[in-house]
């Protein structure tokens, strides 16, 4: 046996430590070393933008700007960068390139939330020239969600020169200009341009030299602004547009000979500005004369300028780079993969070949060296379990995925139309016809418009709306614009060629039909509804678009798939190692287990196996057997005896009391411990229930109870006892759990009161959490016994809960439970002092907590917070007039303030006194008599 065992660790060990290097390889690299097309020239994929180096290399955005790639000027490529992912020094959405002097690269990242919807983190990698990673220069990362991060940052305009990395940050107050050290890499602010909302108004910046920015506006104009001096506008379409028709400016381009090259959306151009004028150089016309197609519907978005001043943009296929004027210089639609790019990108598939035969070579390996071709147990086990193991995994996390995703796009789909349909109902069409000029974008009709959209979407602030973005098009002689975006990207005419493809879902919306669709385009992958909006005499004047990012469910799909993967082949290692381990251990044990199958028999042990396996476990089956005909009913029995018991006694009660099961509680059996007790009880609640039958009373208590006791146990509470209406809980772990669990079961009752308003049946609720030791233990006699709290604590809690009606507070909790919490500055809460319960000699310090109110209740209680606390503090203080006085200012502002009343009234009873004898003892609590 030792000579096997040494044969297996000379031998298989090996190929096992080879088997798992090359494993970790593969799935390092799988995003760059599958490639499915098995060719050696590579079609651009919706490109994006494109720029040139000073050696003439081009690097080019596409696949939806999850892929970068830079190739020689014959098309060449030298490398490719994959993005879409996450992981820390790769990239997600490439929104911007620029080249070195060296062939280096920079590259602006933006990173998306899990949805693909907000920009959670931008950063600038730089590459190096053979597309090495070479560090990340610098990173914002955004905690906030704002409709200006939807889909895009504040960083613009990056160039580099041999010294510094530059670069515009735009935000809704300013824009600045910063520039780095490509050798210490170290930041420097240059200047800074206050701009009110600069990140909805500026459609492009660019670089004005050094003297300051020179932008394009949303609203029809190009200006130019000095870091020290006033803005000043060099041009406006608004006022040419009785010459030269409709002119959008967009991207802008500033050279340094001072010429200034813009994108005109409207004429479907790139321009350049001179004399308050344009000259096309570049668009279908320049291209169909050339011999080169090109459709008049064609829209360039974005270019560059090389250094000799020629422009470099793309289409939908292709890159373009013409000249200075005009004339083509180049074209790259397909791209070549050199053997040794083939080398990186293919070489998965051998690899993958590799570990398949090694994996094979390793069963094989054990088989001979340890059993010497004997056909054992643990063979037998190793060659059904394993395999039908790992394929019923697959099979199955295949099914449940197919049928996941299945229902998520048809429910997808109908969330979309559904959508669209009803917030296009919404949008005031009159208001849409009004607004006609560029110099009408953001005014007031705008303004109108926007808000009723992002507040149909509560701002992108719940679960089911923050992936979920918005589009306003409107239709201008067959032509397709976009109006308004929800992120603030676009302006009033912005064209779309959407509007004449085949079946297209726009003019399906445009005639009055709510349509849906799922595409990839040059942004990214979408799944959005379309939908008619009227004005008021019933004629469609806007397309409204509402939908999300499939991009990044379908990468998450694509990783749940791979860690099923991952999963398949850990278990299938892990059951082949702890298989080949037991049944070894039981090949050495089975004389000593087959003495004791006599004692099996009578049922001292629970299992039951059946084998026809005809090898040496099989001479234990017929004992294991007849001991699990003895146990089977019993265990059945003891376990529904058990579940039962659960809804009567607590798990947690008897975890704390160290007792297994409610069979081992005695009487006496107590523990201490410092818990936080909170209590909850229904306002007023005797008079509704004078309102109901008594069945009527039952199923409303339990369908309240209902909604209460899920949101204790997520926040690791338990039930102690209901009392009638009221329900006392206790979360052994901190405060927070407890006041977590108020604040959900405040909003949830609110939600509930929906419905009861039906019935009217409407109710509030009254919460006191309180933080101490309490006792529990087990109480009663030998016939009757009962799980229970006890401790000073729990009826101060209890008080607590009773002081809301007073207060007129939603949620109080103790200073103790208070001090408690991990971070109290989080919630929105006022001190109200100290009290003095009946029963109680001690003032305690209480607080109100104001999350679980309504906005309106929240924010009035929250204005006089500053003022009414200061009142109190100087009550404290024995200044009783200077606080009555307070306390008046206080009603002044807010006549209904019940906690002002209460201290007024405690004032005034002072004030009244003709000695001073109130002064001894004094606590400054307010005292309450009653429970």
């Given at each position: 046996?030792?000579?096997?065992?040494?044969?297996?660790?000379?031998?298989?060990?090996?190929?096992?430590?080879?088997?798992?290097?090359?494993?970790?390889?593969?799935?390092?690299?799988?995003?760059?070393?599958?490639?499915?097309?098995?060719?050696?020239?590579?079609?651009?994929?919706?490109?994006?933008?494109?720029?040139?180096?000073?050696?003439?290399?081009?690097?080019?955005?596409?696949?939806?700007?999850?892929?970068?790639?830079?190739?020689?000027?014959?098309?060449?490529?030298?490398?490719?960068?994959?993005?879409?992912?996450?992981?820390?020094?790769?990239?997600?959405?490439?929104?911007?390139?620029?080249?070195?002097?060296?062939?280096?690269?920079?590259?602006?990242?933006?990173?998306?939330?899990?949805?693909?919807?907000?920009?959670?983190?931008?950063?600038?990698?730089?590459?190096?020239?053979?597309?090495?990673?070479?560090?990340?220069?610098?990173?914002?990362?955004?905690?906030?969600?704002?409709?200006?991060?939807?889909?895009?940052?504040?960083?613009?305009?990056?160039?580099?020169?041999?010294?510094?990395?530059?670069?515009?940050?735009?935000?809704?107050?300013?824009?600045?200009?910063?520039?780095?050290?490509?050798?210490?890499?170290?930041?420097?602010?240059?200047?800074?341009?206050?701009?009110?909302?600069?990140?909805?108004?500026?459609?492009?910046?660019?670089?004005?030299?050094?003297?300051?920015?020179?932008?394009?506006?949303?609203?029809?104009?190009?200006?130019?602004?000095?870091?020290?001096?006033?803005?000043?506008?060099?041009?406006?379409?608004?006022?040419?547009?009785?010459?030269?028709?409709?002119?959008?400016?967009?991207?802008?381009?500033?050279?340094?000979?001072?010429?200034?090259?813009?994108?005109?959306?409207?004429?479907?151009?790139?321009?350049?500005?001179?004399?308050?004028?344009?000259?096309?150089?570049?668009?279908?016309?320049?291209?169909?004369?050339?011999?080169?197609?090109?459709?008049?519907?064609?829209?360039?978005?974005?270019?560059?300028?090389?250094?000799?001043?020629?422009?470099?943009?793309?289409?939908?296929?292709?890159?373009?780079?013409?000249?200075?004027?005009?004339?083509?210089?180049?074209?790259?639609?397909?791209?070549?993969?050199?053997?040794?790019?083939?080398?990186?990108?293919?070489?998965?598939?051998?690899?993958?070949?590799?570990?398949?035969?090694?994996?094979?070579?390793?069963?094989?390996?054990?088989?001979?060296?340890?059993?010497?071709?004997?056909?054992?147990?643990?063979?037998?086990?190793?060659l059904v379990i394993a395999p039908i193991m790992a394929i019923s995994i697959y099979l199955i996390s295949n099914v449940v995925i197919g049928q996941f995703l299945q229902y998520y796009s048809e429910k997808?789909?109908?969330?979309?139309?559904?959508?669209?349909?009803?917030?296009?109902?919404?949008?005031?069409?009159?208001?849409?016809?009004?607004?006609?000029?560029?110099?009408?974008?953001?005014?007031?009709?705008?303004?109108?418009?926007?808000?009723?959209?992002?507040?149909?979407?509560?701002?992108?602030?719940?679960?089911?709306?923050?992936?979920?973005?918005?589009?306003?098009?409107?239709?201008?002689?067959?032509?397709?614009?976009?109006?308004?975006?929800?992120?603030?990207?676009?302006?009033?005419?912005?064209?779309?060629?959407?509007?004449?493809?085949?079946?297209?879902?726009?003019?399906?919306?445009?005639?009055?039909?709510?349509?849906?669709?799922?595409?990839?385009?040059?942004?990214?992958?979408?799944?959005?509804?379309?939908?008619?909006?009227?004005?008021?005499?019933?004629?469609?004047?806007?397309?409204?678009?509402?939908?999300?990012?499939?991009?990044?469910?379908?990468?998450?799909?694509?990783?749940?798939?791979?860690?099923?993967?991952?999963?398949?082949?850990?278990?299938?290692?892990?059951?082949?190692?702890?298989?080949?381990?037991?049944?070894?251990?039981?090949?050495?044990?089975?004389?000593?287990?087959?003495?004791?199958?006599?004692?099996?028999?009578?049922?001292?042990?629970?299992?039951?196996?059946?084998?026809?396996?005809?090898?040496?476990?099989?001479?234990?089956?017929?004992?294991?057997?007849?001991?699990?005909?003895?146990?089977?009913?019993?265990?059945?029995?003891?376990?529904?005896?058990?579940?039962?018991?659960?809804?009567?006694?607590?798990?947690?009660?008897?975890?704390?009391?160290?007792?297994?099961?409610?069979?081992?509680?005695?009487?006496?059996?107590?523990?201490?411990?410092?818990?936080?007790?909170?209590?909850?009880?229904?306002?007023?609640?005797?008079?509704?229930?004078?309102?109901?039958?008594?069945?009527?009373?039952?199923?409303?208590?339990?369908?309240?109870?209902?909604?209460?006791?899920?949101?204790?146990?997520?926040?690791?509470?338990?039930?102690?006892?209901?009392?009638?209406?009221?329900?006392?809980?206790?979360?052994?772990?901190?405060?927070?759990?407890?006041?977590?669990?108020?604040?959900?079961?405040?909003?949830?009752?609110?939600?509930?009161?929906?419905?009861?308003?039906?019935?009217?049946?409407?109710?509030?609720?009254?919460?006191?959490?309180?933080?101490?030791?309490?006792?529990?233990?087990?109480?009663?006699?030998?016939?009757?016994?009962?799980?229970?709290?006890?401790?000073?604590?729990?009826?101060?809690?209890?008080?607590?809960?009773?002081?809301?009606?007073?207060?007129?507070?939603?949620?109080?909790?103790?200073?103790?439970?208070?001090?408690?919490?991990?971070?109290?500055?989080?919630?929105?809460?006022?001190?109200?002092?100290?009290?003095?319960?009946k029963g109680k000699q001690q003032a305690v310090g209480i607080y109100e907590i104001l999350d679980g109110e309504i906005d309106s209740v929240r924010e009035q209680k929250m204005r006089t917070k500053e003022?009414?606390?200061?009142?109190?503090?100087?009550?404290?203080?024995?200044?009783?007039?200077?606080?009555?006085?307070?306390?008046?200012?206080?009603?002044?502002?807010?006549?209904?303030e019940p906690v002002a009343k209460l201290y007024r009234i405690a004032c005034n009873e002072i004030l009244k006194e003709e000695d001073e004898r109130w002064k001894e003892n004094w606590t400054g609590a307010?005292?309450?008599?009653?429970?």
């Open positions: 046996m030792l000579s096997t065992v040494a044969k297996f660790s000379t031998r298989s060990l090996i190929l096992i430590f080879i088997l798992i290097g090359l494993g970790y390889i593969l799935i390092q690299s799988r995003d760059t070393s599958f490639y499915r097309s098995w060719t050696t020239r590579l079609d651009l994929s919706y490109p994006q933008y494109a720029i040139t180096d000073s050696l003439g290399d081009y690097y080019v955005i596409d696949n939806s700007q999850r892929r970068v790639l830079k190739t020689r000027s014959s098309g060449e490529v030298v490398y490719l960068l994959e993005g879409g992912s996450r992981e820390v020094g790769k990239f997600y959405y490439a929104a911007e390139i620029v080249a070195g002097k060296e062939g280096d690269l920079y590259l602006l990242n933006y990173v998306l939330d899990k949805y693909g919807m907000f920009v959670v983190k931008e950063e600038v990698i730089h590459y190096t020239a053979n597309g090495q990673l070479d560090r990340i220069v610098f990173q914002k990362e955004y905690d906030k969600k704002e409709s200006t991060h939807i889909q895009r940052g504040e960083i613009f305009a990056l160039k580099v020169d041999e010294n510094f990395l530059y670069w515009l940050n735009v935000n809704g107050q300013a824009v600045a200009g910063y520039r780095m050290s490509t050798q210490s890499w170290k930041k420097e602010l240059i200047g800074t341009i206050p701009l009110p909302e600069a990140n909805i108004f500026i459609s492009d910046v660019d670089w004005w030299q050094t003297q300051g920015i020179i932008y394009s506006s949303k609203q029809g104009r190009i200006i130019t602004a000095h870091w020290q001096g006033p803005q000043h506008t060099v041009f406006d379409a608004n006022l040419i547009e009785a010459k030269l028709g409709l002119v959008v400016p967009w991207e802008i381009n500033y050279t340094q000979n001072g010429d200034i090259y813009f994108i005109d959306l409207a004429g479907l151009r790139i321009v350049k500005l001179e004399q308050n004028s344009v000259v096309t150089l570049l668009d279908y016309h320049v291209l169909n004369s050339q011999g080169i197609d090109s459709t008049d519907s064609m829209v360039y978005y974005r270019f560059s300028i090389d250094s000799q001043g020629g422009i470099v943009t793309t289409d939908d296929y292709k890159v373009i780079h013409v000249d200075q004027h005009g004339k083509v210089f180049n074209l790259i639609q397909t791209v070549d993969l050199p053997l040794k790019v083939l080398f990186i990108y293919y070489s998965g598939w051998p690899g993958l070949l590799i570990f398949i035969i090694l994996s094979i070579l390793l069963l094989w390996q054990i088989y001979t060296d340890v059993f010497n071709l004997r056909l054992s147990i643990i063979l037998k086990q190793i997808s789909v109908n969330k979309m139309a559904s959508l669209a349909q009803t917030i296009a109902m919404i949008v005031d069409g009159n208001l849409i016809k009004s607004i006609t000029s560029q110099s009408d974008y953001m005014n007031e009709n705008y303004r109108k418009i926007r808000k009723s959209l992002h507040d149909a979407l509560n701002n992108n602030q719940d679960r089911w709306n923050e992936s979920v973005y918005f589009v306003l098009y409107r239709v201008i002689n067959e032509k397709l614009y976009g109006f308004m975006y929800i992120e603030d990207k676009i302006g009033i005419y912005h064209p779309f060629t959407w509007f004449s493809e085949e079946d297209s879902v726009y003019r399906k919306a445009y005639e009055g039909q709510v349509s849906t669709e799922q595409v990839t385009d040059i942004t990214g992958d979408w799944l959005y509804g379309v939908a008619p909006v009227y004005d008021s005499e019933g004629k469609v004047v806007a397309i409204l678009e509402i939908g999300s990012d499939q991009y990044s469910i379908t990468q998450n799909i694509r990783d749940l798939q791979f860690k099923v993967i991952k999963m398949i082949i850990a278990s299938t290692f892990i059951v082949v190692i702890a298989l080949s381990f037991m049944t070894f251990m039981v090949l050495q044990s089975i004389r000593k287990l087959r003495n004791g199958v006599n004692k099996i028999s009578q049922g001292e042990w629970n299992i039951s196996v059946n084998l026809s396996s005809n090898d040496e476990i099989s001479d234990l089956s017929l004992g294991f057997n007849k001991m699990s005909q003895h146990i089977y009913s019993y265990m059945n029995q003891v376990e529904l005896l058990n579940k039962s018991y659960r809804r009567f006694v607590p798990e947690e009660f008897l975890r704390y009391l160290d007792r297994p099961s409610v069979l081992d509680v005695e009487l006496g059996d107590q523990v201490q411990k410092e818990m936080t007790i909170m209590f909850a009880d229904i306002r007023s609640f005797t008079t509704l229930s004078e309102q109901m039958t008594p069945k009527e009373n039952f199923d409303f208590l339990n369908s309240y109870l209902s909604v209460v006791g899920p949101h204790i146990r997520k926040h690791h509470g338990f039930i102690d006892k209901y009392i009638g209406d009221a329900i006392m809980a206790l979360f052994p772990h901190n405060a927070d759990d407890a006041l977590a669990t108020a604040i959900d079961i405040e909003l949830s009752i609110k939600k509930f009161n929906i419905k009861c308003l039906k019935k009217d049946r409407s109710f509030i609720i009254g919460i006191g959490i309180h933080t101490g030791l309490l006792m529990l233990g087990i109480i009663g006699e030998k016939e009757r016994m009962e799980g229970t709290v006890i401790s000073d604590s729990v009826n101060f809690a209890s008080r607590l809960e009773s002081l809301t009606k007073y207060y007129n507070a939603s949620i109080i909790i103790s200073e103790i439970t208070y001090q408690c919490l991990q971070n109290p500055e989080k919630y929105s809460s006022r001190y109200l002092g100290r009290v003095m319960v003022i009414l606390e200061q009142g109190i503090r100087i009550y404290e203080s024995q200044d009783i007039i200077e606080a009555n006085r307070i306390f008046e200012q206080v009603l002044f502002h807010s006549p209904q307010i005292k309450f008599k009653m429970k």
